[in-house]
């Protein structure tokens, strides 16, 4: 089992930049796989990044060289930087831990950017 904090978001201007830190508890965080996802009202949950238990990382076109995934597993965070933000980056942000079947989210966090 394991229970997933996200922190960091806020209201920021476009072009900002914000933090998102996801603090896991209650397993051993350095065997999953984590994402971050994001929901705009009214709209599908999209995938955002990706880091593997080795470090890889991925992201989505939309983010590409402005987010940046992180973790680490001394202290049981997964980090997502965001920088150049745009309007079109509002939404909730919520981590996300996978393990073989076992699957685990966050609450969210809520990032809003205005123009």
């Known amino acids: 089992q394991v229970q997933l904090v996200e922190s960091g978001g806020g209201l920021v201007q476009a072009g900002g930049s914000l933090r998102l830190s996801c603090a896991a508890s209650g397993s051993i965080f350095s065997r999953y796989v984590m994402d971050w996802y994001r929901q705009a009202p009214g709209k599908q949950r999209d995938w955002v990044a990706r880091?593997?238990?080795?470090?890889?990382?991925n992201y989505a076109d939309s983010v590409k060289g402005r987010f940046t995934i992180s973790r680490d597993n001394a202290k049981s965070t997964l980090y997502l930087q965001m920088s150049s933000l745009k309007p079109e980056d509002t939404a909730v942000y919520l981590c996300y831990a996978s393990q073989g079947s076992a699957e685990y989210w966050g609450q969210g966090t809520q990032v809003t950017v205005s123009s």
């Open positions: 880091i593997t238990s080795d470090g890889l990382t």
